[in-house]
């Protein structure tokens, strides 16, 4: 199995909502990233997760909360978001190698959210 | 700083045609290159991975080339197909650095009938 899912594919909320992005990997793998993707631009790092444990944060507003409940899934919190924020979510994971090194990053399908 | 440059920005082809998409890096020190296909509005899925000892890989009508003293890659694309139309994105990973990597902006090939 070598697939990222992500729930839901698609995502309308208000200012005021709190709604949750899921990502979820069998792969064995133990390194996790949460990327925002504008139209035509490449992917931006958000958050990485290595062992379940919060490794980079790219100064992402508190706004974004991401959570790694085990090896398996990688959950994205949003509360009270603007709508610049509305982008394609990206969930990837990947292998950590010995020397702490990361093989190929596979892509979940995003998330399209819409903040209104 | 490192950075990875794309060319073109964008392009149109027929179909059957072949293309070349290039990408220049200057991300040091490098550990290993990526060309990911990305379908509107859907992840990146990785075509091929070169090392630094790398010159040639193929995946079917996907060949990427690596000139590591150069820091030059390109993706040269065989008798496209309409489904070959999407982002071509050149991702390259420090050495080090493990968990970051640097996203090429990304070509945009359509392909026409």
């Known amino acids: 199995d070598t697939e990222v899912t992500q729930t839901p594919k698609h995502l309308v909320m208000g200012m005021t909502n709190k709604k949750s992005l899921k990502c979820e990997q069998h792969?064995?793998?133990?390194?996790m990233y949460w990327y925002k993707q504008k139209a035509k631009k490449p992917p931006e790092l958000m958050f990485v997760y290595s062992y379940e444990k919060l490794s980079i944060n790219e100064s992402v507003p508190s706004r974004f909360s991401p959570e790694c409940p085990n090896s398996s899934l990688l959950n994205l919190h949003l509360h009270a978001l603007q709508p610049e924020d509305s982008a394609l979510y990206l969930c990837?994971?990947?292998?950590?190698?010995?020397?702490?090194?990361?093989?190929?990053?596979?892509f979940g399908p995003g998330t399209r959210l819409t903040v209104l | 700083k490192n950075q990875v440059e794309q060319s073109p920005q964008s392009l149109i082809i027929l179909e059957g045609k072949n293309c070349t998409l290039q990408c220049n890096y200057t991300v040091s020190p490098f550990s290993n290159l990526r060309w990911y296909k990305q379908d509107t509005g859907r992840g990146p899925v990785s075509l091929t991975i070169?090392?630094?000892?790398?010159n040639t890989k193929s995946n079917g009508r996907y060949t990427a080339t690596l000139d590591a003293d150069t820091k030059q890659s390109s993706l040269h694309i065989t008798a496209s197909q309409l489904s070959d139309s999407a982002s071509y994105i050149c991702v390259v990973r420090r050495s080090g650095g493990y968990q970051k990597v640097t996203f090429g902006i990304g070509t945009k090939l359509q392909v026409i009938p």
């Open positions: 070169m090392t630094f000892s790398e």
């Open positions: 792969m064995g793998h133990r390194a």
């Open positions: 990837a994971s990947s292998q950590i190698g010995r020397q702490g090194g990361t093989d190929t990053q596979y």
